[in-house]
């Protein structure tokens, strides 16, 4: 199923699952469009909040499931603003405990083309168990955000279910396009995502030595880095023309806490060189 965006997958999951008591669980900090779906749709949110190391805080999340039973359960894989790619083993046991109780789970693989692992080869491996599993992916990360296409995949009787509240025509001939266009060119995309990995390791080097500064492992195209004063780092780097996210008012667990996106050689000297300044 194609969305325009993901964004709008997320959202139409919500409209879905919108039935009397229905509510949706992932863990936080998180992506802002699970709660903000959940709302506009007038559905309940329960964040679950990772461990002080952002990996799953699995007896919480079980407790979650069995308390709420939510309609969906997300799991972004890796997860957005930290980073981090979640214990396979514990995602099983998540999943076990969602398909039990009768709710969905999103693998959301927004992050997909940085990352070292993928959930669709965990679900191919498996497919009995992945039957309330539904994987995500976007055009977005990968390296076109402007050009709006999202998808999902998983059971063919499960899709056909979501996709009776898809507006009939949201991906325009233009998307499509630009997307055929894409996956014929998809080695110059890979190319580019291999740099970025490349370049994601040289700069958590760089900011490890950084006086104060610590980088979190990040299987995306950003980093997420605890500063001595998120504020003044980038307050400092604003003035030095660099924009970066300040994520430290999030979640308690960011304090401190800024995220950087991986650019180019040039691009991440100059934020480096920016940063340090700002310290
Ligand atoms: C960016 C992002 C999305 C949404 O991307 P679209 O541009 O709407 O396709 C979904 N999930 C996560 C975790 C993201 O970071």
Known sequence: MLGNGSDELISLLAMACDIPGASIVAPVPGFVMYPMSAQLQGLAFHGVPLTADFALDEAAMLA????????????AYPNNPTGTLWDAGVIERLIAAQGAQGGLVVMDEAYQPFAARSWIENARAAPEKHRHVLVMRTLSKFGLAGVRIGYMLGDAGLIA????????????????????????????????????RAERARLIDALARLPGVMPFPSEGNMLLVRVPDAVKAFDGMKARRVLIKNVSKMHPLLAN?????????DENAQMLAALEASL
Not at 171 to 182: D, K, M, P, R, T
Not at 257 to 265: D, E, K, P, S, Y
């Open 161 to 196: 279910e979501i996709d009776k509240v898809r507006p009939p025509y949201n991906i325009s001939v233009l998307n499509a396009e630009c997307a055929l266009f894409a996956i014929e060119h998809a080695d110059v995309f890979a190319a580019q995502a291999a740099d970025i």
């Open 64 to 75: 979650a499931i069995a308390q709420h039973k939510p309609a969906i359960l997300y799991l």
């Open 257 to 265: 806490c800024v995220r950087l996106t991986v650019g180019t050689a």
